[in-house]
């Protein structure tokens, strides 16, 4: 029943506990400097996944780090596309369904999982984990391919958290990236959703 809709920020209830913050601050300023329009353009191409469930909350299912950058920007609404509607199910059934189709990753910034009671209330609850970010950022250069595997990016974050040292500041950061980026194609990688093998000269 996939339809968009534009709904309050403040309304949405996330389906994770975790989000890299560099991603976030990212996405925030580049929200910033778009016009009115241009950022209503971008909004509507860029919809976030969500879901209607008991009593009509609204879960986002994706997209969790442009829904908070939606928020630290102090933008009062964003543009969802609905996947489901399970207002009528009872809150139990609701997270059965959502488990089985993979809309649901409570898994902390240590990479433990964790019942869905652990799941924050509102997107400015969501938790920094920098290793979320590091995935993202090496995907982004090239270190891996997107793919439809549920949670991919969790699963090279925490590949990446037992093996490369984030120091500090942006700098820290990128050198951290150039450092995933060559674990990313080694061969103990080679069963994470997406990996790519190194070019050979």
Known sequence: MSKLHE????????????????EVHDKQRHLEHLGHQERRHYLADHPIPAVFGPGGTLHITDHHHLARALWEARIESGVFLIEADFTELHPQAFWVEMATRQWVHP???EGKRHDVDALPEHVKQLVDDPYRSLAGYVRDAGGYTKTGTAFAEFLW?????HRVRIGPGRGGFEAAVRTALGLAH???ARRLPGFLRAHKD
């Open 107 to 109: 898994i902390d910034a």
């Open 157 to 161: 974050a925490d590949f990446f958290r």
């Open 186 to 188: 080694e061969p103990e």
């Open 7 to 22: 709904c309050a920020v403040s309304r949405l209830h996330p389906t994770q506990i975790t989000v890299g913050m560099i």
